[in-house]
């Protein structure tokens, strides 16, 4: 177990829905990383919060964005899905304050299904 | 062309053989070097990184950097069918202050160690 917990574990949904993933970072970790891996992309970088604020931003689409709240758990919400947004979400948070995404640990993921 | 490339495998194994799994890179920016093991439907989970070049042994792993030639490799020792999962190369450059915050992965190699 990371101790970084992402709920729900599986979401299906109809396209052109809206859908809200949360993430839990382990404990003392002010970093949050959002990462979506599909079968044809693989794995890669949306978006890094740091204690509240966006610190960097990846291949996220327009319909995407995501959240830092003040008790440090992040929420990406992602809108008007398409079947091609049909991937596993995952959630990683960097140890301490610090944003060292070399050092970072992934929750389970959530699995979405568009339909 | 990707930034990281991976040789998809699938490898499969005798029990006990060693591993060898590579990844080539373009970008001269990236300093950190990660290998992940990923289960199937489970979060990637970290199994070592490197900075810079060099060599760094951890039990049976064995990683290896070569800057110069924009090459890694993980090495598995006396492999095991719990090895058995899909293996994930990650690059990060440093940004401001010393810090990473989004990591580039390649495509993954599945590995299949046979009792």
């Known amino acids: 177990d990371s101790g970084v917990t992402q709920t729900p574990k599986h979401l299906i949904t109809a396209t052109g829905q809206r859908v809200t993933l949360r993430c839990s970072p382990r404990?003392?970790?002010?970093?949050v990383y959002w990462y979506q891996q599909s079968l044809d992309q693989g794995l890669q970088f949306l978006i890094q919060y740091y204690n509240g604020e966006e610190r960097a931003k990846g291949n996220i689409l327009e319909r995407f964005s995501a959240q830092q709240f003040p008790d440090l758990h992040s929420e990406l919400n992602l809108s008007s899905l398409e079947l091609g947004d049909s991937a596993l979400y995952f959630c990683?948070?960097?140890?301490?304050?610090?944003?060292?995404?070399?050092?970072?640990?992934f929750g389970q993921g959530t699995r979405l299904t568009v339909v | 062309q990707k930034e990281v490339e991976q040789d998809p495998g699938p490898l499969s194994v005798p029990e006990g053989a060693i591993v060898s799994l590579n990844c080539t890179y373009s970008n001269s920016a990236f300093q950190y070097f990660m290998w992940y093991r990923q289960y199937s439907r489970k979060g990637p989970e970290l199994l070592m990184y490197t900075y810079s070049s060099g060599n760094k042994e951890d039990g049976r792993f064995t990683a290896q950097v070569d800057k110069s030639s924009k090459y890694i490799s993980l090495f598995i020792r006396d492999s095991q069918p719990s090895d058995s999962a899909t293996y994930l190369c990650a690059m990060s450059a440093l940004w401001y202050g010393g810090a990473t915050n989004k990591l580039i992965f390649g495509t993954g190699t599945l590995l299949a160690v046979q009792p």
């Open positions: 990683a948070s960097s140890v301490g304050g610090s944003d060292r995404a070399h050092e970072a640990f």
């Open positions: 404990s003392g970790d002010l970093s």
